[in-house]
């Protein structure tokens, strides 16, 4: 005999109440509310009825169907609730007051150094500018008194862009639109990657940072330059450390320097970080050279000025003691936490 609707009831809630993991409801469902499903069955059962009752049948029917599911949803929530309290007491405890136990980020020694001689410079009275990377054979060359076919531009090859526009190879890039935005008096700092077309070594990366600074005003000489160099030095270094000033050509400054430090890796006795010469060169410098200053529309009549253009990846690399320069690019993590602050 075909099972009733009130017998279906109460075994399905028995059956449920056994019921304990997805499977189980799973077939559950099936079971009972499947196309072969019992509950489907027993509509089989209208044909047994007189016509005034069929519709009240097929409504209980419905409501049963209904409940059914109901009852299996409410199961599966309260098991996922379940299960999720258990996950959440095996869960390991963090203790929010304890200090944190994964190792600290850090700043990148270029950028720790490029913001001790910001701070230096900024004391003296400089403001601290920002400059494209990518700028044009004008700002990079021309305004700088390198005429197209130069021979100082075999020193610095670049990258240029399908659109004549080239990456910077030094911060002396920016000197002409400061000057023409500032005019004079004038002291202005600005840090910035610069790229050059070269193979590297230990002391040569074909990206690094420079830091340029321009001093224009009225009765500025050699000696205020040299006071500057040795102000920023002292300040980074702490300590005393050997210094040489010789003649270097750069057709923007006239007369122009090379200043070159001693090789704190290797204490001036001859390493590959310092190509065995014992020094490195680390911050050009000069007078400015008065075609410069005349293209940045200052008045060369009334003033002079200086410039240098600081190796800031090298200055970093003295400063913490890295041999190669290629290390500070690399993105070595372990290498670069040593610098934590
Ligand atoms: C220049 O770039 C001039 N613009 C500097 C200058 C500015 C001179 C103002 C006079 C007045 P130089 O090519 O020598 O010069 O580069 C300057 C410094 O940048 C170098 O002394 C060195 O410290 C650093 N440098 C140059 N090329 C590289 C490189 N490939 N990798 C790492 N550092 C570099």
Redesign the pocket.
């Known amino acids: 005999m075909a099972i009733s609707l009130e017998e279906l009831r109460e075994q399905f809630y028995e059956n449920l109440k056994n019921a304990d993991s997805s499977e189980a409801f799973e077939q559950l469902r099936v079971r009972y509310l499947g196309k072969k499903g019992e509950v489907t069955g027993l509509l089989k059962n209208m044909g047994a009825l007189a016509a005034d009752q069929r519709k009240e049948y097929g409504q209980k029917v419905n409501q049963l169907k209904n409940a059914v599911e109901q009852a299996i949803a409410d199961r599966i929530a309260e098991a996922h609730a379940k299960d999720l309290e258990n996950k959440i007491a095996l869960a390991p405890r963090f203790d929010l007051t304890q200090p944190v136990q994964l190792p600290e980020g850090s700043y990148h020694p270029i950028t720790l150094v490029q913001r001790e001689v910001e701070q230096i410079f900024a004391s003296m009275g400089f403001t601290i500018e920002d400059y494209d990377e990518i700028v044009d054979d004008y700002h990079c060359f021309e305004a700088l008194n390198i005429p197209k076919h130069h021979p100082a531009r075999d020193?610095?090859d670049t990258y240029y862009l399908s659109n004549g526009q080239l990456l910077k190879?030094?911060?002396?890039a920016a000197q002409n639109a400061i000057m023409r935005k500032y005019g004079a008096p004038l002291r202005a700092i600005f840090p910035g990657r610069?790229f050059?077309n070269?193979s590297?070594d230990a002391?040569?990366?074909?990206t690094?940072f420079?830091m340029?600074g321009i001093m224009i005003d009225e009765n500025i000489s050699i000696s205020n330059l040299i006071y500057f160099m040795k102000t920023m030095l002292s300040e980074v270094f702490q300590k005393d450390i050997k210094v040489r000033l010789r003649p270097?050509f750069?057709p923007?400054?006239e007369p122009?320097f090379?200043l070159d430090i001693s090789c704190l890796i290797c204490g001036g006795e001859g390493c590959p970080s310092c190509k065995n010469s014992g020094w490195?060169?680390?911050?050009?410098?000069?007078m400015?050279h008065p075609n410069v200053l005349k293209a940045g529309g200052i008045d060369t009549e009334k003033y002079t000025g200086f410039?240098?253009?600081?190796?800031l990846?090298?200055?970093a690399m003295m400063k913490y003691g890295v041999k190669d320069?290629r290390d500070l690019n690399s993105g070595n993590l372990k290498s670069l936490s040593q610098f934590v602050k």
Do not use: D, K, W, Y
């Not at 490195?280 to 000069?286: A, D, N, Q, T, V």
């Not at 410039?307 to 190796?311: D, K, P, Q, S, V």
């Open positions: 020193m610095q190879t030094h911060t002396s610069c050059r070269e590297t002391c040569h990366e074909n690094f420079q340029e270097g750069f923007f400054v122009g090379e490195l060169e680390l911050c050009p410098c000069g400015i410039a240098f253009g600081l190796g990846t090298r200055l320069i």
